[in-house]
């Protein structure tokens, strides 16, 4: 396989060439800039649970630093993405591969799920055997079931607490609703009640079917592969004794 300014092939994290379509000037700005927004998505995510947790309403110090420490990480997620698109040699491409980078621009809601996007900058994730994607596929599910049941659950907690009729009054009360939402169970027991509790609700659902399947789906890869090498050894072990 030849390389191209825009096709080049690169050694992951399993010593393989694979296909990879940025940019030099892009590869070396992630491959430095993952770790520090890995850690600032962190901090995102952190001063957000403890804003709603806490009920805090901007009427003291903390809150004012936790206050700008949400807007300085999201202004330095903006940065991040318009230098990078910068970087890229196919705009239109990057466009279409971070639609969630955008999307959480315009929807600081959607920050924390940054970072599973960032797990796939990280050179090991990057593989195209079955096995690297197998394992790709099972860590991003893993990490986005704890993040849709957090965050989520964080979300519905603030937009439902204070709301009349509300089931939801406190984060235990999220987080078993948020479970047994993603799990497809739905006991009725908890209800959102609030419009942005019943969007929030519907993309707990959506996100809980495709974990689901992408799992199941996986699952069932792996156990097909581990047939087909039993079957194979068996065979050439037939072929000896012959």
Known sequence: MTSTTKDKTVVNGEGERVTDARSPRETAYERWTTLPMIFLSLIFLLAYAVLVLDDLRFSNVATIVLAYLLVGTWVAFIVDYFVRLGL????RLFVRKNILDMTSMVIPFMRPFLLLVYLGRLRWFRGRTGSSLRA?????????????????????????????????????????????TISTVGYGDMVPVTVPGRIYAVTLMLGGMVIVGATTATVISYLNEKVQTAHKRSQETRDRNE
């Open 88 to 91: 890229a040699s196919n705009r």
């Open 136 to 180: 790709r596929i099972l860590a991003y599910a893993g990490s986005a079931v704890i993040m849709f049941i957090f965050v989520i659950s964080l979300a519905v907690f603030a937009a439902e607490r204070h709301a009349p009729g509300a089931s939801i009054t406190s984060y235990g009360d999220a987080v078993w609703w948020a479970m047994e």
